[in-house]
Nanobody
Framework: QVRLVESGGDLVQAGGSLRLSCVASHNVFRYNVMAWWRQAPGKQREWISTIGKGGAMANYLDSVKGRFTISRDDAKNTVYLQMDSLKPDDTGVYYC????????WGQGTQVTVSS
């Protein structure tokens, strides 16, 4: 089973930036479309962004479009999420997985945006 380890979360002020990383334990990573999700306090986990194999395409939730950028480095089995112009509504635990959520979820990384 592939393990996922997310990192990079922190407490930041509104308007700030963070870069999240997610490392997969197996190089099957390169054969998968990857995605980021987040779970806000008291809410369901929601999809944020998807990146295709080799980074060929990227899609975003409307509320993060223009502020977040997803990327990947297949040599490092890593997917990134650059988050700029952060808002308090971006607060939550961020997770990565295949677009179909086929791997075991990692522990996530906490992002807290203060107003």
């Amino acid at each position: 089973q592939v393990r996922l380890v997310e990192s990079g979360g922190d407490l930041v002020q509104a308007g700030g930036s963070l870069r999240l990383s997610c490392v997969a334990s197996h190089n099957v990573f390169r054969y998968n479309v990857m995605a980021w999700w987040r779970q806000a306090p008291g809410k369901q986990r929601e999809w944020i962004s998807t990146i295709g194999k080799g980074g060929a395409m990227a899609n975003y939730l409307d509320s993060v479009k223009g502020r977040f950028t997803i990327s990947r480095d297949d040599a490092k089995n890593t997917v990134y999420l650059q988050m700029d112009s952060l808002k308090p509504d971006d607060t939550g635990v961020y997770y990565c997985n295949t677009v179909g959520s086929t791997w075991t979820w990692g522990q996530g990384t906490q992002v807290t945006v203060s107003s």
